[in-house]
């Protein structure tokens, strides 16, 4: 990633526009200093690390841009308008490529409600994309899904979707948990999960779980299938108590199948003499429409002077979820930013709180609406106007 030593000096007044961008405002705490940067596509924070006496000025790691180019850009034009004396940089590096998001790739905000005419299969944890694509080749009027959280798998499908044409995959960068959630109901025609990690000691982890389950059956058509495809004699026992603990659906249970398309896994467990395990769910229960969840509004004083003088890191945590305020950073006396991170323990949400004149904002602003986000939310807002109440010396 993109970043620059330069000698320890004074910033430069702030707002100051340069080279097309905004640096609006400096928040500074005990690590930090964050600059609140403006450019046409994007807002994010960089991030300034004193050390004896230097600065190091990078993207702060939760906003920071997709396109590295902006970063890179951001850096230097930052440097400039405060004339820092460079010592060490590798801004210019040819490593740190234009990358352009892919039209293959959405994010999870997409899916909110998605509906589409066509039929949807959606493969969790594709992996190489040897299924997917295949898939994608064979049913070219249906629209898949991939969903992954492994990077370099991520990239290897965008390549092979780009190279080969494909037009009806989208890829996202998320937690399959997370995607289920935000899907309509009945939507869905078929979910494929081969071979996904056991887990065994964190089955915390496992994508499979009864919740898991239940948001599978509310976004499947009736009739549409869950497939899941194992190597794992535990994963297997595991999944199928669940399955066969579910109402109003069918099980189908197999082992050794030979299905059209082995992947790598697969051929690596076959050449070990290993079982493979299906385990096939079609439901048979149309769903109520999904509970439509929103953050209220909230109305509620904020004073972020008294919520400076009052903070400590604090963890609050739920049965399910988490809040975790972290760290803050002063802009002025009445405005400064709080770091926090929150949501279910399996997947959190990391974002910054910009508070001015009173207001909340959350950068990135937007979160998957889960119920454990929305709760989280809730807390969040609250707690802040408890310690607003406090007055300086709690
Ligand atoms: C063992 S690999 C199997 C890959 C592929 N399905 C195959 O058969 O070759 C499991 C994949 O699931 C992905 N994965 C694990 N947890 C996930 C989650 N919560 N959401 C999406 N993908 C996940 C992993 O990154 C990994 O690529």
């Not at 309509?184 to 898991?212: A, C, L, M, Q």
């Amino acid at each position: 990633m993109p970043n620059a030593h330069v000698k320890k000096d004074n910033y430069c007044q702030m707002p100051i526009k340069n080279d097309g961008f905004l640096f609006e405002f400096l928040a500074s705490s005990k690590y930090d200093d964050l600059v609140f940067t403006k450019s046409k596509e994007e807002n994010f924070f960089l991030q300034v690390i004193d050390k004896k006496k230097i600065k190091l000025i990078k993207a702060d790691k939760i906003t920071k841009p997709t396109n590295v180019k902006i970063v890179q850009d951001a850096i230097k034009s930052f440097i400039d308008a405060n004339n820092f004396e460079i010592l060490h940089e590798n801004i210019n590096s040819s490593k740190n490529h234009l990358k352009k998001k892919s039209n293959y790739q959405k994010d999870i905000f997409y899916f909110d409600d998605y509906k589409s005419d066509k039929k949807i299969e959606i493969e969790i944890g594709f992996g190489s994309g040897r299924h997917i694509l295949h898939l994608a080749k064979k049913f070219p009027d249906k629209e898949f899904i991939g969903i992954e959280i492994h990077k370099p798998s991520i990239e290897q499908l965008l390549k092979q979707c780009q190279l080969q044409n494909i037009k009806n995959i989208f890829v996202v960068d998320f937690d399959a948990r997370i995607l289920l959630q935000m899907l309509s109901s009945n939507s869905i025609d078929t979910i494929y999960i081969h071979f996904p990690v056991p887990w065994d000691k964190k089955p915390h982890r496992r994508v499979i779980s009864k919740e898991f389950l239940n948001e599978s059956i509310r976004v499947l058509k009736k009739n549409g299938k869950l497939e899941l495809r194992s190597d794992s004699e535990k994963y297997f026992e595991y999944s199928r108590d669940l399955f066969l603990s579910l109402q109003k659906c069918e099980i189908v249970i197999r082992k050794n199948n030979n299905i059209e398309i082995s992947s790598k896994y697969e051929d690596r467990w076959k050449k070990m003499e290993k079982n493979i395990y299906d385990i096939i769910l079609i439901n048979k229960e149309f769903s109520k429409e999904k509970e439509k969840i929103v953050p209220e509004k909230f109305e509620k004083e904020i004073n972020f002077s008294n919520i400076y003088s009052n903070f400590s890191n604090k963890i609050i945590r739920e049965d399910d979820f988490f809040v975790h305020f972290e760290n803050i950073y002063k802009i002025d006396k009445n405005s400064g930013v709080i770091k926090i991170s929150f949501g279910s323990y399996d997947k959190s949400e990391h974002r910054y709180l910009i508070i001015i004149n009173d207001q909340l904002n959350y950068l990135p602003n937007k979160f998957a609406f889960t119920k454990q986000n929305i709760l989280s939310d809730k807390i969040i807002k609250e707690y802040l106007h408890e310690t607003s109440k406090k007055g300086i010396y709690g």
